[in-house]
C-alpha cells in the first residue's frame, strides 16, 4: 500500500491555451482534433485540485511569432524560422531561432478566447501570457531567456504569474493539459518539472500540431526533462 500522507499531494490542473484559434474549425492555428479534448479537460475540471489554472495565449499584433511581421522570403507559416536575440541586446550570444506562425490569438480578438465548451466556473486563475512582442512564450511559466531571472518571485511581463501562485498554494503537482502538445504543453510540463514540481501529462487532454513526429517528439523531450506521460485512467503510458 502507497502512503502517501495527503499533506505530501497538493495537485494543480493547468489547461494550456484552449481557445479558439488552437480549434477546428475557424481558428487561425487549428490543431487537429483539438476541441475533442474538452470533455476530458471538463472531466479533470470537475476533479478536487487544490488550484485550477487556466492559459491564455495573448499576443500583440506585432508579436515576433507572427509570419506576418517579417518580410519575405523568409516569412512562411510553419515553415520559416526567426532568429529571437536578446532584449537588452548587451549580449547578442543570446539567442534562438523559432517557428513562424499564422496571426493568432490576437489580444481582445475571438479568436483568442477560451472555447466556449470549457467549464469555465471551475476555473481559478487565467494567466495571459505571450505579451511581449519581442519574445516567443510557449511555457506557461517564463519566456525562453528566464526573462528576469527564473524564480517565483519574479514580476516581470515576459514571466507569468503562475510560479507564485503555485507557490503559495503549496502546489506538490502539476498536471498538464491543453493545446498544443508539441508547443505549449510541451513546455510549460518541462518547466513545471523544472521548477521541482511531480508533473503529469494527461494524453487524452492534448493534441499536437503535428500529430505523429511532433507529438512523439515532444513525448520523449518530455520524458526526458522528468514528466511522466499518464492516461486519464492514471496509468503511466508504455512508451
Ligand atoms: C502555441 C504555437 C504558437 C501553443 C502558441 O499554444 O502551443 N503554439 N503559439
Ligand atoms: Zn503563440
Redo the contacts with the bound molecule.
Keep these: 500500500m502507497g502512503s502517501r500522507i495527503e499533506e505530501d499531494f497538493v495537485p494543480a490542473l493547468l489547461v494550456?491555451?484552449f481557445?479558439e484559434d488552437?480549434c477546428p474549425p475557424n481558428g487561425s492555428?487549428a490543431?487537429q482534433g483539438g476541441r475533442d479534448i474538452a470533455p476530458i479537460v471538463n472531466a479533470l475540471l470537475a476533479l478536487p485540485f487544490a488550484l485550477k489554472v487556466a492559459?491564455k495565449?495573448w499576443?500583440p499584433r506585432n508579436h515576433v511569432?507572427f509570419a506576418s511581421n517579417h518580410p519575405p522570403p523568409d516569412n512562411v507559416p510553419f515553415v520559416s524560422n526567426t532568429t529571437v536575440f536578446h532584449p537588452d541586446g548587451s549580449d547578442t550570444g543570446r539567442h534562438y531561432t523559432t517557428?513562424l506562425?499564422p496571426d493568432?490569438?490576437v489580444q481582445n480578438t475571438p479568436g483568442a478566447e477560451l472555447v466556449p465548451e470549457i467549464d469555465i466556473s471551475r476555473i481559478d486563475a487565467v494567466i495571459e501570457k505571450?505579451q511581449d512582442a519581442r519574445v516567443?512564450?510557449?511555457s506557461a511559466f517564463t519566456d525562453p531567456f528566464h526573462l528576469p531571472p527564473f524564480t517565483p518571485e519574479s514580476t516581470s511581463v515576459s514571466t507569468s504569474g503562475l510560479p507564485k501562485m503555485l507557490h503559495e498554494k503549496g502546489i506538490t503537482d502539476v498536471f498538464v493539459v491543453?493545446?498544443?502538445?508539441?508547443?505549449?504543453?510541451?513546455?510549460s510540463a518541462i518547466d513545471a518539472a523544472r521548477f521541482g514540481y511531480r508533473t503529469f501529462v494527461v494524453r487524452e487532454g492534448t493534441r499536437a500540431?503535428v500529430p505523429g513526429t511532433g507529438w512523439e517528439k515532444a513525448e520523449e523531450e518530455m520524458a526526458v526533462a522528468g514528466v511522466k506521460i499518464v492516461g486519464i485512467e492514471g496509468k503511466e503510458v508504455e512508451r
Design positions: 494550456v491555451d481557445q488552437f492555428l490543431v492559459t495565449d499576443h511569432s517557428l506562425w493568432h490569438c505571450g516567443e512564450m510557449y491543453g493545446l498544443a502538445q508539441d508547443f505549449c504543453v510541451r513546455a500540431v
